[in-house]
């Protein structure tokens, strides 16, 4: 339906550079290539602050593998539903890992990684069609992580692979 991009529409998703509406960033594909492409830069300086500790309380990331065939027959309010849980578990995951990483370099990859995977959380709750009952509460897969890059994988994965696919499938209903 279109109330969910009248909500949109009227919604800015806040990123760094450029405010980007939902509708620009579902219809103009550049745009999740550059957060893909974020992201990846991210993973790559993260890799290469010096002395990252080992994360002494592990920390739980969602499992973002998926297989394609089987996502594209969820309903678009599931898909976002999974999106969001898989978010907000990376954003908490996040956060348990700044506490352990007093290390200028780490943190603040992990303080850029906090805010854009925010971004992503606030803009896919913005996005609902169906105003019927919420789905079931999040049990995404997840595994404890020790290493810090593991988050910043976990977080280009998710862009790479659900959101993208996401957003490529929502454009065909909202952009003509």
């Known amino acids: 339906s279109h109330t969910g991009l009248l909500l949109l529409t009227s919604f800015l998703l806040n990123m760094e ?3 980007a509406s939902p509708t620009r960033l579902v219809c103009d594909n550049r745009l999740i290539q550059k957060y893909i492409g974020e992201a990846k830069d991210m993973e790559k300086r993260a890799d290469q602050c010096q002395a990252l500790p080992v994360l002494s309380c592990p920390v739980v990331l969602p499992l973002v593998d998926f297989r394609l065939q089987q996502w ?6 599931s898909k976002r539903q999974e999106i969001l849980c898989d978010l907000s578990l990376l ?3 996040v956060a348990g890992a700044q506490r352990q990483v007093p290390q200028e370099c780490g943190n603040r990859q992990l303080n850029q990684l ?3 995977a925010s971004s992503f959380l606030l803009l896919l709750q913005t996005f609902s069609w169906e105003a ?3 789905e079931p509460g999040c049990s995404p897969r997840s595994a404890e992580h020790t290493h810090i890059s593991g988050i910043f994988l976990t977080y ?3 862009v790479q692979g659900k959101l993208r696919f996401f957003f490529h499938h929502l454009a065909k209903d909202l952009c003509t």
């Open 17 to 19: 550079e450029g405010h």
């Open 156 to 158: 280009r994965q998710l």
């Open 91 to 93: 954003v908490d995951a």
């Open 72 to 77: 594209k027959s969820q309903s678009n309010e």
């Open 132 to 134: 019927g009952p919420q």
């Open 114 to 116: 906090y805010r854009h």
